[in-house]
């Protein structure tokens, strides 16, 4: 897909790149570039130099579905009436953690159930976007050196979003960062 910015009439392009980080754990990134030339190199780099490498297009999509995932604080509000009111409203499953419920939608139905949960007055956050089908665990080393690889990635302007299938343990995380 092709986006012009009209205050300085350059195009971007929006872009995915498929490919591995440490532990064969499979990462899409989602770019917006005004130079592929550019962004590709980056990509490769930065995934060469944290234990993973790219891949062929389509090489781990497989590994995702496309989900709308909606989240809300759970403070102040009634788990079972939300819980009800989301399967009313067509989700396909809920999970609770901490002070947060995580609702899933199929795509289509992501707007029917973000809408009507924001119309019985629940303040919402939600995207449709890939879900792991696995996730593999991660530890030591190879959980370091994967958190230091999304950081790395983050940090690049051109990336949107990255997509991961790993699973790291909390309580290892404090050790870790």
Do not use: H
């Not at 709308?68 to 079972?80: F, P």
């Amino acid at each position: 897909m092709c986006i012009r910015d009209s205050s300085n009439g350059e195009d971007f392009e929006s872009l995915r790149y498929e490919g591995f980080g440490p532990s064969k754990i499979a990462v899409i990134v989602e770019t917006l570039t005004d130079n592929k030339n550019r962004t590709l190199p980056e990509i490769r780099s930065i995934l060469t130099k944290n234990d993973g490498n790219l891949g062929s297009s389509g090489c781990v999509n497989w590994m995702f579905e496309k989900k709308g995932t909606i989240t809300l604080n759970k403070r102040s509000v009634d788990e079972d009436v939300v819980l009800e009111k989301s399967l009313e409203l067509g989700a396909d499953d809920f999970g609770s953690d901490n002070d947060v419920i995580e609702i899933t939608t199929s795509p289509e139905l992501f707007g029917d159930v973000s809408d009507g949960l924001e119309k019985e007055g629940y303040e919402i956050e939600g995207e449709v976007g890939l879900s792991p089908i696995n996730s593999v665990n991660v530890s030591g080393a190879d959980a370091k050196q994967l958190l230091q690889l999304l950081e790395k990635l983050d940090e690049n302007e051109d990336i949107q979003k990255v997509y991961s299938n790993f699973d790291l343990d909390e309580s290892e995380l404090g050790s870790l960062v």
